[in-house]
C-alpha cells in the first residue's frame, strides 16, 4: 500500500533559521502531495499542495516541490518565526479504482526558539 | 465562509459505551472524511463518504461505523468503546473526491 515517510522529531531551531523537513512517499498511481500543519489544540490546516511532478507548492514563506524521481516532497522554509512551532504532516492522495485513499506521514513537530 | 464544525469538543465516556460524533462540513463540499488521532499510531484513516456513501474504509473494527446526510453532514459513531479508543477524532471536508482537505478541530474523546 501507499506509504509517508517524515523525518522524526522534534526539530529545534532558533528564529531565523532555516527549515527542512524531509518527506518521502510510496504510491502506486501518480498521487497529489500535501502539507499540513496543526498548531497546539488545533485541527490541520492545509499549508502547501502539488499535483504534478516538478510543481513547487508554496505558501506563508514555505515551500515544497514534487520530485517523482525521487519520490519526495521536502518542505522548506528560508527563515523561520517562533509562530511557525507546530507540528507537520505530509500526505499523499491517491487514487485507487476510483477512490482517493489519503495517506498521511507521522508527523515533524517544530520548536522555534526566539 | 463558515469552517469544519465538529461536536462535541470533548466527550468522556466509559467502556462498553457507545458514542456519536457529529461533522458539518464547509457549505459545498461533498466529501466527508474521518481521522483518528493518538500519540501512538499518528492519523489514522477511518473512512470517506461522498454523496451519502462510503467510499473508502480504513483499517478498523466493524465498532466504527459512520454516515452522511443529504446535506453532506456527517457523523461517526464507535459502540462498545474501549479504553484505546481514546483519542482525537478529525473530521475533513473536500469539495470533491481527491481535493485538499479542510479540517475541523476534532473531538476529544476520553474512555474511562
Known amino acids: 500500500g501507499d506509504s509517508v515517510t517524515q523525518m522524526e522529531g522534534p526539530v529545534t531551531l532558533s528564529e531565523e533559521a532555516f527549515l527542512t523537513i524531509n518527506c518521502t512517499y510510496t504510491?502506486?498511481?501518480?498521487?497529489?502531495l500535501f502539507w499540513y500543519v496543526q498548531y497546539p489544540g488545533e485541527g490541520l490546516q492545509l499549508l502547501l499542495k502539488a499535483t504534478k511532478a516538478d510543481d513547487k507548492g508554496s505558501n506563508k514563506g514555505f515551500e515544497a516541490t514534487y520530485r517523482k524521481e525521487t519520490t519526495s516532497f521536502h518542505l522548506e522554509k528560508g527563515s523561520v518565526q517562533v509562530s511557525d512551532s507546530a507540528v507537520y504532516f505530509c500526505?499523499?492522495?491517491?487514487?485507487?479504482?476510483?477512490?482517493?485513499?489519503?495517506?498521511f506521514g507521522r508527523g515533524t513537530s517544530l520548536i522555534v526558539h526566539p | 465562509k463558515a469552517g469544519v464544525t465538529q461536536t462535541p469538543r470533548y466527550l468522556i465516556k466509559t467502556r462498553g459505551q457507545q458514542v456519536t460524533l457529529s461533522c458539518s462540513p464547509i457549505s459545498g463540499h461533498r466529501s466527508v472524511s474521518w481521522y483518528q488521532q493518538t500519540p501512538g499510531q499518528g492519523l489514522q484513516f477511518l473512512f470517506e463518504y461522498f454523496s451519502e456513501t462510503q467510499r473508502n474504509k480504513g483499517n478498523f473494527p466493524g465498532r466504527f461505523s459512520g454516515r452522511q446526510f443529504s446535506n453532506s453532514r456527517s457523523e461517526m459513531n464507535v459502540s462498545t468503546l474501549e479504553l484505546g479508543d481514546s483519542a482525537l477524532y478529525l473530521c475533513?471536508?473536500?469539495?470533491?473526491?481527491?481535493?485538499?482537505?479542510?479540517f475541523g478541530p476534532g473531538t476529544r474523546l476520553t474512555v474511562t
Open positions: 500526505a499523499l492522495s491517491d487514487e485507487t479504482g476510483g477512490s482517493y485513499i489519503p495517506t
Open positions: 504510491a502506486t498511481g501518480y498521487p497529489s
Open positions: 475533513a471536508s473536500s469539495l470533491d473526491l481527491g481535493d485538499e482537505q479542510y
